[in-house]
Structure formats: structure tokens, C-alpha cells
């Protein structure tokens, strides 16, 4: 009989599985729950994009694309980021469409990286881009962000970890869990620290359009210096309601994106047709539908803040996507104990914060893209929970 466990990755292996997709398929068990725990717009795909997806079907659109994708899709892909941001790119050269955000930063991760090099990541943050440094042979390195610095990366922080070993910084901003985001200034002093080194940057913009206040998202290319060493990963999925069309981008300098889709032409050959002739639509006409999802994602945001903080829990005021990332410290409980109880006698369903980063710990990630009805209600089981424990 063959003996597999001696044949497995070893590497792969002892990557830990998700920290959300846990306690999402847990409370997927239990009748009655309510769920905060996906990052997934409870919005319906507008309209006419499904409308654009289904014609490309009807006209028989359904055959492989070009590895980069449709020129067309990557043609409005860079009038998108030229009309929003002010960055110019080549559509024939500095364009990929992927399956998702995610395999835009695994090709990105798999082009640059050799055993050896580091690669600085701020966390709290999105939990693949440690397995995916990892697997690609490198050395994560990692930046604790703090809550008295609004999450944000500062460039103290980043110069304290910088090495001779150092090939690549992650901005993952507008930020998952904690909704923190970096305004221009932030980012421009990000640029001073690592102009004059041979640093490349992975700028993960996917909530780039959920983002609430007077200031409007700065993309990191856009910054003086950096778009000769940034690839921004972008998509559908969030701004657009898109998460089952499985469509992302990535935008950065021509050799990157050359390599990138090489890895992507082995792995996938192309993204799905059918995706791409709806983004097409997306990006020509569909500004309206994303501001107005984002004003109803900026009234559940206000909402539930204050329903946290009513209840006597610290909550920073996330002004990007569409999480908030209360305090539980105070409690005297950790994050996977406090999900734990709470899934179990209260029935809701929150994300441990250590899911994110052991920086994460004492924090619980909720996100808000679900209804005001589905939010009320869970606040008042939280609120009900948390006031059990604070009496003893």
C-alpha cells in the first residue's frame, strides 16, 4: 500500500486551514444562526451585468479567452483606473484578468519570490498572503499594526523591519478585518521609506471603492516613484457584488506582468468568458450601482459602531470595506473563545481576530455587508452575550 503522508508536501501541509471558513462552515451546522462572518455583499449583481453575462452567453461567447483576457475587458480595465486614480497603463502589456483577487497575489508572490527572501506584512490582514509567501519559498515577515495608530502602517513601523533580505511589501488597504485605511499622506511616507531600495510592493486595493469619508482611496502606483515597483491587485467582487463571478485583475510594470501571466497560462489558462463580458459592463456603467451600495454600506457601518460601542466595547471607526473590529479584551476572554460561546448560546457567527494575525487577538472581526434586519438582530443577541459575561 502506498504511504501517502510520506509523498505530501510537507510545506503545504502544515499551512493551517482558514481561520474564516471555520467558523463560517461551523455555524453553516447550526439552525438559526445569524452570520456577520463572510466578506460577501448581500447584494444581488446589478442587473445589467448579469444582463451583459447572460447576452455573451446567448450569442454564443463561450470559448477561450486570451491568456490575459479579453483586450477589450483590459482596455476598460485601465480607462477605469485612469478615470478613478490617475495611473496610465498599457492594456496589451501591464494588464492581467485572474480568477479573483486571489490568484492575481499568488502569481504576483510566485513571480518575485525566491527561498530566502522576506516579505513584510501588516497584520491584522487577510489571511492568505502568509500561506502564499510560504509556499512560494519565502519568509513572512510581520508588521503588527495597532489600534492607537488606526491600523495603519506606519513608516517607523516599516523601517524597523526592512533587511537586506527584504523583496516585498503587502499594503492590504482599504484593510481586512479591521477597515482601516491609509490616506495619500500615509501612503506618500510609505514611498519615502522605500524609495532608493529594490523593494517591490503588492498593493491590494480590492475595497478600494468602499471607502467612507471626505477622502477619497489613493491607489499606491499613484504615489511619486512607485508605480515602477507596485502591482495592485483589484476586482469584482466587493465593489461590484460580483464574488461568484470569480473575476480579478492585476495592473504593475510590463516584466511582472509578463511573468505573472505565464504562471497564470500554466495554472488556468484563462479567466471564465462569460465574467469578462460582464465586468466589461461593470466598469462602462455601473458607477451609480456601486455609490449606491456604498451608502448603504456607509448607514450599516455607522449602525453597527455604535451598537458596539452602546454595549460597552471599544470599536474603531473603519473607514474602508465593509468590517468592524471591536475590542473584546475587556472581557477577559480570548477571540476563539469568545466566538465559540457566542455561535453557541447566542447563535451568531463573528471571526476570531487571531484568524487575522496573532495581533489580532482580542478582537473579533463582524462584517456589516448583510441586512440592517440581520445586523439588529445579532447585536441585540451580542449585546445580550456580553452583558451575561460582564455580570459573571
Known amino acids: 500500500m502506498i504511504d501517502l503522508e510520506r509523498l505530501i508536501n510537507p510545506t503545504v501541509d502544515s499551512l493551517p486551514s482558514s481561520g474564516i471558513r471555520k467558523f463560517f462552515d461551523y455555524a453553516a451546522e447550526i439552525e438559526g444562526v445569524i452570520s456577520l462572518g ?14 451583459a453575462g447572460i447576452y455573451s452567453l446567448e450569442k454564443g461567447q463561450t470559448y477561450y479567452t486570451a491568456n490575459a483576457g479579453l483586450l477589450e475587458l483590459r482596455t476598460e480595465i485601465c480607462n477605469y483606473t485612469k478615470r478613478k486614480y490617475g ?33 513584510l506584512i501588516p497584520e491584522p490582514s487577510f489571511v492568505c498572503y502568509k500561506p502564499c509567501a510560504i509556499m512560494a519559498g519565502a519568509k513572512p515577515v510581520i508588521i503588527e499594526t495597532k489600534e492607537e495608530d ?15 533580505k527584504t523583496k516585498l511589501l503587502i499594503l492590504p488597504y482599504p484593510n481586512n478585518p479591521t477597515g482601516a485605511v491609509m490616506s495619500k499622506s500615509d501612503l506618500e511616507a510609505i514611498g519615502e521609506v522605500i524609495r532608493g531600495t529594490d523593494i517591490l510592493v503588492l498593493s491590494d486595493e480590492i475595497y478600494g471603492e468602499l471607502r467612507y469619508g471626505e477622502e477619497c482611496h489613493t491607489t499606491f502606483s499613484a504615489i511619486e516613484g512607485m508605480r515602477e515597483r507596485t502591482v495592485v491587485v483589484n476586482g469584482f467582487s466587493k465593489a461590484f457584488a460580483m464574488t461568484g463571478w470569480r473575476l480579478g485583475y492585476a495592473l504593475g510594470p510590463e516584466r511582472i506582468i509578463k511573468l505573472m501571466t505565464k504562471v497564470h497560462q500554466y495554472g488556468i489558462m484563462s479567466s471564465p ?44 471607526e473603519p473607514l474602508g470595506a465593509f468590517y468592524v473590529f471591536p475590542c473584546i479584551k475587556s472581557l477577559g476572554m480570548t477571540s476563539q473563545q469568545f466566538c465559540e460561546s457566542l455561535l453557541r448560546e447566542e447563535k451568531v457567527a ?29 447585536l441585540k443577541r451580542i449585546e445580550r452575550f456580553v452583558s451575561k459575561i460582564k455580570r459573571g
Open 38 to 51: 463572510v466578506g460577501e455583499p448581500d447584494f444581488i449583481t446589478p442587473w445589467t451585468i448579469r444582463e
Open 87 to 119: 495611473v496610465e497603463y498599457d492594456p496589451k502589456k501591464e494588464v492581467l484578468v485572474t480568477v479573483g483577487g486571489s490568484e492575481a497575489i499568488d502569481a504576483m508572490m510566485r513571480c518575485v519570490l525566491s527561498p530566502g527572501d522576506e516579505v
Open 150 to 164: 488606526d491600523f495603519r502602517l506606519t513608516p517607523e513601523a516599516l523601517k524597523e523591519k526592512i533587511t537586506d
Open 273 to 316: 468568458t462569460t465574467s469578462q463580458y460582464a465586468a466589461i459592463e461593470a466598469l462602462k456603467n455601473c458607477d451609480g450601482d456601486v455609490e449606491d451600495m456604498c451608502r448603504e454600506y456607509n448607514y450599516r457601518r455607522r449602525y453597527i459602531v455604535d451598537g458596539f460601542r452602546d454595549m460597552g466595547l471599544s470599536c474603531f
Open 350 to 378: 463573528v471571526v476570531p481576530g487571531d484568524a487575522f494575525g496573532e495581533s489580532g487577538e482580542g478582537f473579533i472581526r463582524c462584517s456589516y455587508a448583510y441586512s440592517i434586519e440581520n445586523i439588529q438582530e445579532a
